[in-house]
């Protein structure tokens, strides 16, 4: 069946850096695009970004344009987001999944992430 499972979060100061890991299994996950989401307490779940397959492209929403950087290892069946610049706003629990309307409604745990001093 198809799994996710993501890690790499954590405690971290405003300012600071966390790269965040989603292991895929359960589906041909060189074949389709990726996505990360995040979800704030009492907020619905958002897409914050998205890589093609190979050879990909990037999408982002504007809030972490220029902070975070999504990446794919298919080889690994990974998907990597690497958040730089930290702000409080982007303290959630991020999941990754295929992209909307396409997603598995199997989402993994995720993994929470929390910005503050």
């Known amino acids: 069946q198809v799994q996710f499972v993501e890690s790499g979060g954590g405690l971290v100061q405003p300012g600071g850096s966390l790269t965040l890991s989603c292991i895929v299994s359960?589906?041909?996950?060189?074949?389709?695009?990726m996505c990360w989401y995040r979800q704030a307490p009492g907020q619905e779940r958002k897409l914050v970004a998205h890589?093609?397959?190979?050879?990909?492209?990037?999408y982002y929403t504007d809030s972490v344009k220029g902070r975070f950087t999504i990446s794919r290892d298919d080889a690994k069946n990974t998907l990597y987001l690497q958040m730089n610049s930290l702000k409080p706003e982007d303290s959630s629990v991020y999941y990754c999944?295929?992209?909307?309307?396409?997603?598995?409604?199997?989402w993994g745990q995720g993994t929470q992430v929390t910005v503050s001093s």
């Open positions: 999944n295929r992209l909307p309307g396409w997603t598995f409604p199997s």
């Open positions: 359960g589906f041909n996950f060189t074949k389709y695009p």
């Open positions: 890589i093609t397959q190979a050879p990909s492209t990037t």
